[in-house]
Structures are given as structure tokens and as C-alpha cells.
């Protein structure tokens, strides 16, 4: 495990710091003014280039038939042949493994050879683990971590949707998944602008202000499963965590992804969505959304019959505009699964931070339209003199991520997720998701140290945690740094937040790479 845990961090480093800016050639707007054209050449190092790419396999099983496992991948292009990124797994059609899922960094390399047909290969290292039942998942997920490579070829069309085919190696350590096959893939690329971090919560320039922005809206939701006539040993209410990713392709529709995670009555219930939605406005500050999402999730199917984790999500959601950035909102849906007999009714309450200006109409004074600064960080994470119930257990070995949006020059909001890849209590895919506030001392580029501090709070395969942690980041340049942190994380010591008699602490320390940006 540590051999994985050491390839992570210093194949991370290096690629960051051999990245280069993607051609503007590949991103630049046609449709502007040659003002705007000018300022866009004068600073294309601020054009970032990136694809989401989908993939599906088959994966055979010996004695217990085969898995099928749709990815789901978000990579960022570092030069003209080189893309890093994150992406997740899970089943959809295949057996009975609701609730498996796996989550990885992957590295990709693409060249074109010969007009529109490309190579591309790649290695995704990472995490996860389920199965049809909590004895089986050992079985099925080994200790948790895997390691997927692939070669293959792709042909890009027109309108610069790719598709191809790979030959794929999916490996997790000590299990049953362990072969080769044919690996089918989609890749939609896109690109946009970003900003100096340095210039996160300035003005934004009034020649940028032409750049017409499609709406992103972030969105953190309690939501909750009330159960129908439930078949699975957890007969509870399911109370989850929902991140949710939303992308306007107009002022009216949305592509988005949802991830949820349980935190009580089920922890570590967990399910990734993708679905299309409408906006409505009813009114100045009041917003009707409706939505439909297909994906996988589920926890095991002896607890919540989810089956072979197919799930379909139709949801709707009323949103009060308390100003043109911070939304909230009530939701009600129903969830269930098809090659299952899990059905359930869904309400909630979210908090939704829109990235740009309300229908991407921009304000007519600048003042009002700033840069908002974010920093995301993947990095190897170790949790270390681990207990439960005052019983010692080894180190827990992560891949960790975080996503932090800063407030004011000193606060931010901050989220992290992370994934064993090591086992723990004998059995796979122990993993986090967490949110919380953070304080750092303000960013100025002549000082290459940034010392932060922040409070944590959300759930592993426990229930209730808190994780308070400081750390630093030590710039290599305005979009790169070196980042560190060390913490704290326990169980939240009330009745009921915490399954009985697994109250569990440990300390924490991680150190990997940050990209910083800013947006509008």
C-alpha cells in the first residue's frame, strides 16, 4: 500500500509542474469584438482546455458471473498530449452489487496520428469496494485499492465529440476483480476561462464582462430516503449529504451530477447521478427546478436492495434567491431501483452558490461582478493511531480531494472527500465526506506561504465526524502549490449520530498539489 501512496504523490508533483497552457487555437471565442478578442489573446495562458469522458466494461468474475462498471471522468489537459484528472466507477446492469463504487486519479495521454483518429492510454490509481453483501465486498474489492490501465483508439467527430474503444487492465488488489477487456468510451470536450488567483474578489475588467458566461451552480443538500416497504435489513429513514454540480447550457437547461453520501441511518450509503433539468422563474427571487438523473448507487443489497445499482432519480425543487449568488431550496422526489425492490420518497433542503451572474445576464456595473477565487487539492492522506472504542487498528491510507471557495481575502468554504485504499476492519472501501469553514491568512503573490486552519464536519462509515486540521500551501506559481495538512478527526459523541459502540478517532496528515484559479 505505501508503494501506491508514494506513486500518487511524486507522479502528481511532476506532472503539475510540466504542465503547460493549452493553445488558444482550441478555445478561443469567434463571436466577440476585436476588443475582446485582444484582451483574450493578450491572455491566453488563462484558457484552460478539458474533457468529460465516459467509459463502460464488462469485467468477468470467476464464480460469481461478471460486474459491469460505468466511469465517469473529469480531466484537465496539462499540454498538448497530457491530461490529469478525477473520476469514479460504479455498476449499472450486472449481478447484485448496488452500492459499489470506486473513485481514482487518472493520468491520460492523447495524440492524434492520423486526421481525426487518435492513441490514447492511461493509469488510474485509486479506491472503493461493495458487493452483494458486507462478506462478499472482501472478496469482491480485495484490500480497496486498484489500479486500471488502458490502450486504445479513438476517432473525434465534427463537432469534437470522440468515441473509442481501449484495452483495459482493471485490477484491485487481492480480489476477485482482476482482468482485461474491451473498454468503450465517450469524451465531450470543453473549454473556459480562468482568472488569477491573486485577483480572487477584485473587479472584474470590463472588456472580460463581453464574455458571455453559461450559469454553474454549486449545491449542498440534506436530503433524506424514506423507504417503501423496505426488503433489506436497514428498515430506517436513510439521511444523506448531496453534492451537486450544475452546468447551464441556456438560461432555461442544465446538465448536472449529484453525489450522496450517508451520514445516518445508513453511513457511507453513497450514489453517483447524472441527469438533465429545467429552471422556471417564477418570479425574481423564487425558482421552480425540475430534473431526471440515471446512475448507481446503494450500500449492499442485503441491507438496501438496490440490485445491480441501477437507480432513477425524477426530483423537483423550489429555490428562494436570498441574493444574486446564495439560493435555498426544498426538494421532493422519488428514488428507485429498477433491478431492485428498493423504492423511496426523497425531501430535502439545499443550499445552492451560483458561480455566475443569475440566467448569465451580467451586471451593468462592474463594481458588482467579481472574481471568485477557488483552490482545489488532491493529495495522498494518512489516518494514523486509529481507534475504535479505545481499540488500536492500522494506518487508514487515502486518496483525499478538496474543493475550497474562498468567502473574503480570509475565510472559505471548504469541501473534501476522500477514499481508502487500504482496508479497514478487514473489509474495503472506508471513505469521508466532509464540509466546513476555513481561515487563511490573504494571499499576496510576494509571499509564497499560506497558512490556513479549518473545522470539518460530516461522515464516514461511522456516522458523524469532525475534523479540525491546519496546513500551509507554498506557491510554485499563481495557479500551483505545494499543499500540506495535518488533523484531527473523531465521532460526534451524542446518541444516535454514531452507530453504537463505534466511536472512532485518529490523527491525519497528508501533503499533495493545489491548483488555483479564479472565475466569475
Known amino acids: 500500500m505505501k508503494t501506491i501512496h508514494i506513486l500518487i504523490l511524486f507522479i502528481i508533483l511532476p506532472l503539475f509542474l510540466y504542465s503547460k497552457?493549452?493553445?488558444?487555437?482550441?478555445?478561443?471565442?469567434?463571436?466577440y469584438d476585436a476588443r475582446t478578442v485582444q484582451k483574450i489573446e493578450k491572455d491566453v495562458d488563462n484558457?484552460?482546455?478539458?474533457?468529460?469522458l465516459f467509459d463502460y466494461e464488462v469485467i468477468s468474475l470467476p464464480q460469481n458471473g461478471s460486474i459491469d462498471l460505468l466511469g465517469t471522468h473529469y480531466l484537465q489537459q496539462l499540454n498538448n498530449w497530457l491530461y490529469f484528472g478525477i473520476g469514479a466507477h460504479a455498476p449499472l446492469f450486472k449481478g447484485e452489487y448496488g452500492g459499489f463504487m470506486a473513485f481514482d486519479a487518472t493520468f491520460h495521454l492523447q495524440q492524434k496520428v492520423y486526421e481525426n483518429v487518435f492513441v490514447n492510454a492511461g493509469v488510474s490509481l485509486g479506491g472503493g469496494g461493495g458487493g452483494s453483501s458486507v462478506a462478499q465486498s472482501k472478496k469482491l474489492s480485495g484490500t480497496g485499492g486498484f489500479i486500471k490501465s488502458y490502450i486504445g483508439l479513438g476517432y473525434e467527430f465534427d463537432n469534437n465529440i470522440s468515441l473509442g474503444v481501449n484495452y483495459t487492465n482493471f485490477k484491485f488488489i487481492n480480489s476477485q476483480i482482476d482482468s482485461s477487456q474491451l473498454n468503450f468510451f465517450v469524451a465531450v470536450p470543453f473549454s473556459y476561462s480562468v482568472s488569477s488567483y491573486a485577483e480572487a474578489g477584485t473587479a472584474v475588467d470590463s472588456i472580460v464582462d463581453y464574455l458571455a458566461k453559461n450559469e454553474n451552480i454549486f449545491s449542498l443538500e440534506l436530503n433524506n430516503l424514506f423507504q417503501i416497504n423496505p426488503t433489506g435489513t436497514t428498515k430506517e429513514t436513510i439521511n444523506n449529504i448531496a453534492f451537486q454540480y450544475s452546468h447551464f447550457l441556456d438560461d432555461d437547461y442544465y446538465l448536472y451530477m449529484n453525489l450522496e453520501v450517508g451520514?445516518?441511518?445508513?453511513?457511507?450509503?453513497?450514489?453517483?447521478?447524472?441527469?438533465?433539468?429545467?429552471?422556471?422563474?417564477?418570479?425574481?427571487?423564487?425558482?421552480?427546478?425540475t430534473q431526471l438523473a440515471v446512475g448507481s448507487g446503494g450500500?449492499?443489497?442485503?441491507?438496501?436492495?438496490?440490485?445491480?445499482?441501477?437507480?432513477?432519480?425524477?426530483?423537483?425543487?423550489?429555490?428562494?434567491?436570498?441574493?444574486?449568488?446564495?439560493?435555498?431550496g426544498?426538494?421532493?422526489?422519488?428514488?428507485?431501483?429498477?433491478?431492485?425492490?428498493?423504492?423511496?420518497?426523497?425531501?430535502?433542503?439545499a443550499?445552492?452558490?451560483?458561480?455566475?451572474?443569475?440566467?448569465?445576464?451580467?451586471?451593468?456595473n462592474?463594481?458588482?461582478?467579481?472574481?471568485?477565487?477557488?483552490?482545489?487539492?488532491?493529495?495522498?492522506?494518512?489516518?494514523?493511531?486509529?481507534?475504535?472504542?479505545d481499540k488500536e487498528y492500522h494506518n487508514i491510507n487515502m486518496i483525499a480531494i478538496q474543493l475550497d471557495n474562498l468567502i473574503d481575502d480570509n475565510f472559505y468554504f471548504a469541501t473534501q472527500a476522500s477514499i481508502a485504499y487500504n482496508e479497514y476492519q478487514g473489509y474495503p472501501g472506508y471513505g469521508e465526506a466532509l464540509v466546513g469553514l476555513g481561515i487563511q491568512n490573504r494571499f499576496t503573490p510576494s509571499n509564497k506561504f499560506q497558512s490556513f486552519a479549518q473545522f470539518l464536519m460530516g461522515t464516514n462509515i461511522h456516522g458523524i465526524v469532525i475534523k479540525p486540521s491546519i496546513g500551509t500551501t507554498y506557491s510554485l506559481s499563481d495557479r500551483y502549490s505545494l499543499y500540506a495538512q495535518v488533523g484531527y478527526i473523531k465521532s460526534v459523541n451524542q446518541k444516535g449520530l454514531y452507530r453504537q459502540n463505534q466511536s472512532m478517532s485518529a490523527y491525519s496528515a497528508g501533503a499533495g498539489v493545489s491548483y488555483r484559479f479564479s472565475l466569475y
Not at 337 to 343: F, H, L, Q, R
Open 330 to 349: 426544498a426538494s421532493g422526489g422519488y428514488l428507485y431501483a429498477p433491478t431492485g425492490t428498493s423504492k423511496n420518497y426523497t425531501a430535502g433542503i
Open 351 to 364: 443550499l445552492n452558490y451560483h458561480l455566475s451572474n443569475k440566467r448569465g445576464n451580467h451586471s451593468s
Open 299 to 328: 450500500y449492499s443489497p442485503n441491507n438496501i436492495d438496490t440490485g445491480s445499482g441501477l437507480l432513477i432519480n425524477p426530483k423537483i425543487s423550489l429555490e428562494y434567491m436570498l441574493n444574486d449568488a446564495i439560493g435555498i
Open 47 to 52: 484558457y484552460v482546455n478539458a474533457m468529460i
Open 366 to 389: 462592474n463594481k458588482e461582478l467579481k472574481y471568485k477565487g477557488f483552490r482545489f487539492s488532491i493529495f495522498p492522506q494518512t489516518e494514523f493511531s486509529v481507534k475504535l472504542n
Open 21 to 31: 497552457e493549452s493553445n488558444l487555437s482550441q478555445a478561443k471565442p469567434s463571436a
Open 263 to 289: 451520514y445516518k441511518g445508513l453511513p457511507l450509503y453513497n450514489q453517483l447521478l447524472h441527469g438533465v433539468g429545467r429552471r422556471t422563474s417564477l418570479s425574481s427571487k423564487l425558482n421552480l427546478y
